[in-house]
Structures are given as structure tokens and as C-alpha cells.
């Protein structure tokens, strides 16, 4: 179950979206054609605990033989393009034009953030979320080939640790995300945590320095 809100006519802005995430809420929207946004605040909140990812021996094997590259940031507009495509990995999206909108601005401010998995030329999988004190709220993910979306999630881990970060908010918990650590704790646990990680200022690019 979940707290929600009806849909509203207020503007949704970057500053609100930022607000709402401090919060504890997220927004949603129905479908992609839905004009309308609404917030939820799960009681049961979805995390990876950042010491807690779970990478199989036959995934640890074929990131060290994959010939994908990974990188952040270079093409947020691809991503969050195929996390809202119905395909394969999905059958509706809740991604419409205003979270669109809103969140390719917050990328252009430095608040939203992707990894991206590519093969060659490529855009095989990704993810993309918003990084806010201490905390990295996980907003989609997708993969166009096996294991790219794993990898990308492999690599946020990797990046959020370096960057002293201590939260990786999943908002639920799909069987996917089961399979790699992901659990549910109740919404006064998630508010305890997420406080604690506001109270930081994490470094998304702590990563790059170390190489």
C-alpha cells in the first residue's frame, strides 16, 4: 500500500520535484498520455542497502568478459527514452511529458543523473535517478541486451560508495531488484535513513578522480 495523492493543477517544477524527494514522496503519472501527476509515499519503501548488493558469480564473470562500455551523464534524453518505452522491459510507463520535462532540466542542473551501458555506438541499457545530499533516489532502468541494466546498477553501487553516498532509493522492489539485494523497509525506517543521508553531501563524481 501506498500514500497518494489526486492529481493536481499546481506546476510541477524542478524546486518542487527536489522538495517532494527531501520529503519522502515521488511523483508518478498514469501513462505516458496522462496529463496528470500524483505523489506517492510507499509504506513500504524499496532500498538497496549500499554494502548489501547481491552480484552472482555468473554476473561478476560476465561483466569481466562484456565488451560493453559504461558511462554517466552523456545522453539523458536517450535514457530516460527507453525507460519510458513499452518493450520488453515493461508493458506501460508511468513517465510522461512533464516528468520528461522536469527532469531533463534537473539533469541540466546536475541533480539527475545516468549510467548508461553501451555497446559500440549503441545504447544497450541504463538508469537514471536523482542525486540529493547523501541520497540517490532511482527514478527507471532498462536494458536492450542481457545483463546491460545489471551492469549499470553494478556500477551506481560501485559509484555511490566512492562518493559517500548512503542511500540507494528503489521506491518498491520489483523481483528484479529482489534478486540483487533490493528490500522493502517500513516508511518510518525509510524516513530515519533518508534523514540521516540528507545530512551529507555526496559526491557523484568521486569515481572519475579515483582512476
Request: proline content about 4%; hydrophobic content about 45%.
Amino acid at each position: 500500500m501506498a500514500r497518494r495523492s489526486d492529481p493536481f493543477d499546481i506546476e510541477i517544477t524542478p524546486e518542487l520535484i527536489v522538495r517532494a524527494y527531501r520529503a519522502g514522496i515521488f511523483p508518478m503519472s498514469e501513462s505516458a498520455g496522462s496529463a496528470d501527476v500524483f505523489w506517492v509515499s510507499p509504506e513500504q519503501r524499496g532500498i538497496i542497502p549500499l554494502d548489501g548488493l547481491v552480484v552472482a558469480t555468473s554476473l561478476r564473470k560476465a561483466i569481466r568478459r562484456s565488451p560493453f562500455t559504461v558511462r554517466v551523464d552523456t545522453d539523458f534524453d536517450a535514457v530516460i527514452e527507453a525507460c519510458a518505452t513499452v518493450g520488453q522491459d515493461r508493458d506501460e510507463t508511468w513517465i510522461n511529458a512533464t516528468i520528461r520535462s522536469v527532469y531533463g532540466e534537473l539533469f541540466r542542473r546536475g541533480v539527475a543523473h545516468t549510467v548508461e551501458v553501451w555497446d559500440g555506438p549503441a545504447l544497450v541499457g541504463g538508469l537514471y535517478g536523482l542525486a540529493i545530499g547523501g541520497a540517490f533516489f532511482g527514478e527507471s532502468m532498462f536494458h536492450r541486451a542481457t545483463n546491460a541494466s545489471k551492469i549499470a546498477l553494478v556500477h551506481l553501487v560501485d559509484r555511490l560508495n566512492a562518493g559517500s553516498f548512503t542511500l540507494l532509493d528503489t521506491q518498491f522492489v520489483t523481483d528484479h531488484l529482489a534478486s540483487l539485494g533490493g528490500i522493502e523497509i517500513p516508511r518510518a525506517d525509510y524516513e530515519e535513513l533518508l534523514a540521516t543521508a540528507l545530512e551529507r553531501q555526496g559526491d557523484w563524481s568521486a569515481w572519475d578522480r579515483q582512476g
